[in-house]
């Protein structure tokens, strides 16, 4: 008898880097940091993300412009300052942890100036300190937003150069991975689809050229020898707007740019929007990219328990999955997943001792070892 290692555990190509493992922590925004800025908050708690084992460990929506960011709390890479403070928080995980750390940045457009969740995630009122919001049409997200004003292509312009600066902020910064926010309703999915994008111009009938100005920019100036990606948008939810056969388009357009891979989520486009949520809702759509492209694949979405991880991988409809809430609820996810199956990971020393083979007695029995005879 040979113990074989799950599909989860088995290290991942990802454009010039090597995962440790498939599990991904997915990009959380913390609506906390100072004008940008990221602060104690984040030091600990990317530190504590940093040590969980997950193979890369994906930093929040940070924006490229001041006026990009979702709410007042919103990080970003438009300023020295917000790009020292996020390396003081890098240079931190790095002395935690060697795994791979990758950073997410977007734009909010017309879901700019909102208020932070607990506050009621609706649109910021005049008490608010609200600003001005721009996109591709003059078309608000939702009954109430502020209506954006329609970019001019001057305009789009220096938000394709606002992307590529933010991508040379992070290179300095040292993260593995960088990954384009194309998806969640923001302004690069805005451009996307056909329900906020009315244009008349280049940009709106080809509805794609903005997104992959951007990923062409942002190509450019990050480094081949790491890792460069999106999260694309499956499906819109609402009729007339994106599915997954959008994403795959999409999908091949950025592998044709030089892309490593893409996250598939959905939804946020449109305030009524209703999703239809279950288990693992939105892999058939990292599939659907999956058998279409030859990029790395990322499935999200209400992934929670490890057998039902280890299946979306080992099934070959994906080839890394994120999980967010599961690791606010669960930041040892991945050492039990790995207990589990009797994989050895390395724990900080500090807290070997919580390993169960180093605790005989105190569990009530070893993890079930996925075993297999030796083919
Ligand atoms: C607190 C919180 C913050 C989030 N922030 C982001 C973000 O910055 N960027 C992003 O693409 N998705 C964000 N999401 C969505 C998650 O990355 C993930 O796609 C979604 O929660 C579904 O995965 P889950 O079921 O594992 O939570 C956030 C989710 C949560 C719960």
Known sequence: MRRVTPALFRPLELGGITL?????????????????????????????????????????????????????????????????AMARVIAHCRRLSKNAIGIQIG????????????????????????????????????????????LTVAEIRVLVEAFAASAVRAKHIGFD??????????????????????????????????ALEVAHAVRDVWPKERALGARISGNDWVEGGLGPADAVAYAKALERAGFDYVCVSSGGLLSHARLNIGPGYQVPFAHEVKKS????????????????????????????????????????????AAERWGVRLDYPPQYARSRPDQWPGSRLARPQALTKETQ
């Open 20 to 84: 440790p493992n498939r599990i991904v922590v997915s990009p959380m925004c913390q609506y906390c940091a100072d004008d940008g800025c990221m602060n104690d908050w984040h030091f600990v708690h990317l530190g504590h993300l940093a040590y969980s084992g997950a193979g890369l460990l994906m930093v929040e929506a940070t924006h490229v412009t001041r006026d990009g960011r979702i709410t007042h709390g919103c990080t970003g890479l438009y300023s020295e300052h917000n790009e020292a």
């Open 293 to 336: 492209t030859s990029l790395r694949v990322r499935a999200v979405g209400m992934i929670v328990e490890p057998d039902q991880a280890e299946a979306i991988i080992a099934e070959g409809k994906a080839d890394m999955v994120a999980m967010a809430r599961a690791f606010l609820d669960n930041p040892r996810w991945v050492w039990h």
């Open 107 to 150: 734009h909010a457009g017309r879901k700019a100036s909102s208020q932070v969740p607990w506050e009621g995630r609706d649109f910021l009122r005049a008490d608010q300190s609200p600003w001005p919001t721009v996109g591709p049409s003059a078309l608000p997200f939702g009954e109430g937003w502020h209506v954006p004003h329609e």
């Open 177 to 210: 991975v960088l990954e384009l926010h194309s998806a969640h309703g923001y302004l690069l999915h805005q451009f996307l689809s056909p329900l906020s994008n009315r244009r008349s111009d280049d940009y709106g009938t080809d509805r794609m050229k903005f």
